[in-house]
C-alpha cells in the first residue's frame, strides 16, 4: 500500500512540472494587413503558434474585441514541439483596422495563460474606373 501512495506522489510532481508554452511567430503577436482593398481581400490572416513546453498547450478560448473580427480556433490540444495555427477573419469595412483577440490557454509562459493578438491596418474603396463615362475635355479644344 506504501508503495502505491509513493507512485502516486510521485506521477502527480511529476504531471505538476509539466508545462505548455506558447510562442507566435508574428512579431509582437501582431499581423498587419497594410492598405488593402475591399473586394480584392478575403480579410482571412494567421496567427502561427509552437508549443515550445513539454505538456499539451489547450487553447479553451479566442474572442474578439468586436463582431467585425471572427478568430477560429484548434481543437485538439497542440503537443509538445508541434504548430498550429489561430485565422482571424476582419470583414474589411472600410476605414482603419485596430482590433485585439484574446487567445485563453493553459500555457504558462504568459501571465494568467492569456495572449493578446492584435490585427491593423487599412481597407480602402478601390476606385472603380467606368469605361462608358466621357472623359474630361479641357475647354480649349
Known amino acids: ?6 507512485f502516486a506522489a510521485v506521477l502527480m510532481s511529476a504531471v505538476s512540472f509539466a508545462q505548455a508554452k506558447i510562442e507566435f511567430k508574428a512579431k509582437d503577436n501582431t499581423i498587419d494587413y497594410g492598405t488593402v482593398s ?5 480579410g482571412v490572416r494567421d496567427f502561427i503558434f509552437t508549443n515550445t513546453g513539454d505538456a499539451p498547450l489547450i487553447i479553451t478560448n479566442v474572442q474578439s474585441t468586436c463582431g467585425c473580427t471572427v478568430p477560429t480556433k484548434p481543437t485538439a490540444p497542440i503537443m509538445p514541439g508541434k504548430s498550429d495555427k489561430i485565422s482571424v477573419k476582419y470583414n474589411m469595412n472600410p476605414g482603419p483596422i485596430r482590433k485585439t483577440i484574446t487567445v485563453e490557454t493553459n500555457a504558462t509562459n504568459v ?3 492569456r495572449v493578446a493578438l492584435k490585427i491593423k491596418g487599412d481597407v480602402v474603396v478601390k476606385q472603380e474606373v467606368n469605361p462608358l463615362e466621357k472623359k474630361k475635355s479641357s475647354p480649349m479644344q
Open 1 to 6: 500500500m506504501k508503495k502505491i501512495i509513493l
Open 38 to 42: 475591399k473586394g480584392d481581400d478575403d
Open 111 to 113: 501571465e494568467g495563460g
